[in-house]
């Protein structure tokens, strides 16, 4: 939490050095801009600066060296500027300091009790981002422990569920024919448990897994490889449905593939299964708005009450029983995790009987 000073001027340096050092915060004097860039790369919790000390190629190497930080840390700059009245020069100057981002401009002769106070006031705001580092890293600390967890939890869990799916296969195959109707039905509803426990594992496990996106954002891929996979992985369900699938042009995202995919697979999987008797028809688009790619999966199912467009969304939230629909009640949840995580939002748009357009915004 040092504070560097840049002030070559005859004893400017000095001067601001006691003054900050009286507040019992440690200071570093520079030479010259190299000096203070170096330094700068050792750490700082801020910077005094004369304006006259920076060129225009100082600054362009400072701004570059704030764009290589993780997106947390923002470093804050006093400038101490000229006096007088405006002029194109001071404009352009200023203009240039402000590439700096967090960047206060003080107009000298300037009282010490201000230097102190915008002092201390970039120290708690350089603070406050340490801390917002802190707790993300707790954060992404947590989110790792949730997926080695979730990891650990369905391999557990796995063995045990497909025993029990297996060997009431087995009792039906080989004693189906001794125990009576009611026995037989007894065993079905077991094979039945086991297999929804295995699919909510799996669920689980796939919603731990929406937590897991890179730092930065990945580079740029094309949708039109995750949807052809969801679709693939449909086929089956198409096929055997009837169901129509088109789609548009697919824009380059930055989303990793296989979180794009899930959406899609998702999405269109829920049309499919709410479908209504006529020919399910589903379109999937994409278009560019306010630096955001809107997604939209648009079907002629049987649509969403109101009341029911933000709660369809909750961790095994379900409309309607197992009995008429399968499933586990955790695929829009996941979908909701993926995209939020991505910085996004995810919405419905539905009426009973007319069919639901789902939307989800990913970063351009």
């Known amino acids: 939490m040092r504070v560097l000073i840049l002030a070559p001027v ?18 570093a004097c520079c030479d010259n801009a190299e000096a203070l860039i170096t330094m700068v790369e050792e750490g700082a919790g801020a910077a005094i600066v004369a304006e006259e000390a920076l060129h225009s190629s100082h600054i362009l190497l400072l701004a570059k060296w704030l764009e290589s930080q993780p997106p947390w840390s923002d470093l804050p700059f006093v400038i101490l500027s000229s006096g007088g ?21 003080l107009e000298r002769p300037v009282r010490p009790e201000t ?6 006031a970039a120290l708690r705001a350089r ?51 001794v125990l009576d109707q009611r026995g037989n039905e007894h065993l079905n509803l077991v094979r039945s448990a086991a297999i929804r426990m295995d699919t909510l594992v799996n669920d689980l496990l796939s ?31 198409i096929q055997e449905s009837g169901s129509c699938i088109s789609a548009g042009d697919m824009p380059l995202v930055r989303m990793l593939p296989s979180h794009l995919q ?22 999937v688009a994409a278009a560019k708005a306010d ?5 939209s999966v648009e079907d002629n199912g049987i649509g969403i009450p109101a009341e029911y467009h933000e709660m369809v969304f909750g961790i095994f939230k379900r409309l309607h ?9 955790m695929g829009l949840a996941i979908c909701q995790r993926i995209v939020e995580q991505y910085g996004g939002r995810i919405w419905v748009e539905s009426e009973p009987g007319r069919g639901s357009i789902f939307r989800f915004t990913i970063r351009e």
């Open 115 to 120: 230097v102190q106070s915008s002092v201390r």
């Open 10 to 27: 005859g004893r400017d340096a000095r001067l601001l050095a006691d003054t900050v050092e009286a507040l019992e915060i440690e200071t």
């Open 262 to 283: 899930q959406l899609f697979q998702n999405l269109i999987g829920n049309a499919i299964k709410y479908r209504r008797e006529e020919k399910l028809q589903v379109r």
């Open 85 to 105: 009245g405006a002029t194109p020069a001071t404009k352009a100057r200023a203009q240039r300091l402000r590439t700096l981002g967090n960047a206060t401009l």
């Open 291 to 295: 630096g955001h790619w809107v997604f």
């Open 207 to 237: 919603y731990a897994h929406a937590a897991s996106i890179p730092e930065r954002p990945p580079e740029p891929a094309s949708a039109k490889g995750p949807l052809e996979a969801a679709l693939k992985n449909l086929a089956a369900a």
């Open 127 to 177: 603070m406050r981002q340490y801390e917002m580092r802190s707790r993300q890293e707790a954060l992404i600390r947590a989110n790792a422990d949730l997926e080695q967890f979730a990891h650990s939890a369905s391999h557990d869990l796995r063995e045990p569920i497909r025993s029990i799916a297996i060997y009431s296969e087995l009792l039906s195959m080989h004693y189906g024919k």
């Open 321 to 329: 029983s197992g009995q008429s629909y399968s499933g586990t009640g």
